[in-house]
């Protein structure tokens, strides 16, 4: 079986590492935030068990099966968590592999989405050889789609009602919406003169593979 080594990736302002244990109470917070309720399949509410299984169990599950590798984004000074991105359903054949990703309220507007997700396709391309990143957006979820503008990803198309997002109704509560989801590829000759740090607001991103981390 191929995996992907354990390892932190530093850039200027970031730094990408697996869940440490302190880390879950920043994570119950920023699942919970309205945002990525609604792109995500992430349980709602989201509990601190749902943190302490995600960070401990299941994001370490992803690296040693072979499915991909989990990335907790921290700043580099504080540590303070600032998102995640993971790395799924990678094909060690095709040497390909699917990016998704989210970024905590107070973290927003710094560019630490591209940021992050740069540093992770520069060490997927020249450190591990791979061939390709893919990403999926759902279509109103123009947060993520600016990100993956940002770091040079190639629109290959729509995956319609490909997805089941979730919109909130008038009471407070939550509703599933079927949405079509954009097919976004990296390469690695596409991050030629991309700069290593890509300033300018940004949303949450997306992260659309949660529920395959049981």
């Known amino acids: 079986m191929t995996t992907f080594p354990d390892i932190s990736i530093s850039t200027e302002r970031l730094v990408l590492r697996p869940f ?10 920023m699942m919970n935030d309205e945002s990525i309720i609604a792109w995500t399949r992430a349980p709602n509410p989201y ?44 094909d060690w054949r095709l040497l390909a592999t699917e990016a998704s990703y989210v970024v905590a309220p107070w973290a927003r507007g710094e560019g630490y989405a591209s940021e992050a997700v740069l540093a992770v396709a520069r060490w997927l391309f020249q450190d591990q050889k791979f061939e390709r990143l893919e990403l999926r957006t759902a279509a109103g979820n123009t ?6 503008q940002k770091v040079g990803c190639i629109s290959e198309g729509v995956l319609r009602h490909a997805w089941i997002a979730r919109t909130q109704t008038e009471d407070g509560g939550w509703t599933d919406m079927r949405t079509d989801l954009i097919v976004w590829s990296l390469l690695a000759e596409d991050l030629d003169g991309t700069p290593d740090r890509i300033s300018g607001p940004e949303g949450f991103g997306v992260y659309p593979t949660y529920s395959d981390w049981g």
Do not use: K, W
């Open 47 to 90: 509990s601190p068990s749902d943190a302490r299984d995600q960070a401990l169990r299941l994001a370490p599950a992803e690296r040693t099966t072979g499915r991909g590798i989990v990335f907790a984004v921290a700043e580099f000074l504080t540590q303070r968590l600032v998102g995640i991105v993971h790395l799924t359903h990678t």
């Open 143 to 148: 947060a993520a789609q600016q990100v993956a």
């Open 20 to 29: 440490e244990e302190a880390d879950i109470p920043a994570l119950a917070d």
